[in-house]
């Protein structure tokens, strides 16, 4: 079952310089889309959410971007910090709230 | 801020051993789920529960598995006949209610060895 995907298994950036996380999906049922992020030995912690009628969302230095048509959905992290080192998820919502993730993106915010 | 706790952190059990993962959901939530993450693979839908019983389940959760809210705070997962391949970070999480961003909160999971 492949309707989320992230292509991307890590990324590296610099402190300060800007987070392009990508997740494509197949199913247009989907209403929701979430990222979620992890640290290990944790749970996946919410970051930001957008509905399937809104093409952005932003919320402080986390900005989701939705092409519906393109079914591509990107987490921009701007700018990004030490914190920000952590596997990061990507998940549609649909029916009965179920999440399905993709298979996330180690990002390592180096100095 | 309130949290979904779980227990135990860690379960080592024998194959064909039943274990019971135990959650507490967030105390005004509604919504509770069950999800696995495999080593290496991505997290994974098991089962939802809503009013006591199971809204949706996945193909993974076979016969082998059964949720249940035994009380006002609790909400478990029980697998009554491990197998190799039930190894996983078991996670449960809670909401509000299903529609629009309503946001899951998740616990921190437990791990389960099957030997």
């Known amino acids: 079952d492949q309707q989320v995907k992230q292509n991307s298994p890590s990324l590296s950036v610099q402190e300060g310089r800007i987070s392009i996380l990508n997740c494509d999906y197949t199913n247009s049922m989907f209403d929701y889309f979430l990222w979620y992020k992890k640290y290990p030995a944790e749970g996946p912690t919410f970051l930001i959410s957008?509905?399937?009628?809104?093409d952005k969302n932003e919320d402080g230095r986390f900005t989701v971007f939705l092409n519906k048509s393109a079914k591509h959905l990107s987490l921009h992290i701007v700018p990004s910090q030490p914190g920000d080192s952590a596997v990061y998820f990507c998940?549609?919502?649909?029916?009965?709230?179920?999440?399905?993730f993709g298979a996330g993106t180690q990002v390592v915010v180096t100095p | 801020e309130p949290e979904v706790t779980q227990t135990p952190s860690h379960q080592v059990t024998q194959m064909g051993q039943e274990v019971i993962l135990r959650c507490v959901p967030i105390s005004n939530h509604l919504y509770f789920y069950w999800y696995r993450q495999i080593l290496g693979q991505k997290v994974e839908f098991l089962v939802s529960?809503?009013?006591?019983?199971?809204?949706?389940k996945s193909e993974i959760f076979d016969d082998q598995f059964s949720v249940e809210r035994p009380d006002g705070s609790n909400f478990t997962l029980k697998i009554r006949s491990t197998k190799l391949e039930d190894s996983a970070m078991y996670f449960c999480a809670s909401s509000e209610g299903t529609s629009g961003g309503n946001e899951q909160f998740f616990g921190p999971g437990t791990r389960l060895t099957v030997l």
């Open positions: 998940a549609a919502k649909s029916s009965w709230g179920k999440l399905q």
């Open positions: 529960f809503y009013n006591n019983e199971i809204s949706e």
């Open positions: 957008i509905s399937s009628i809104k």
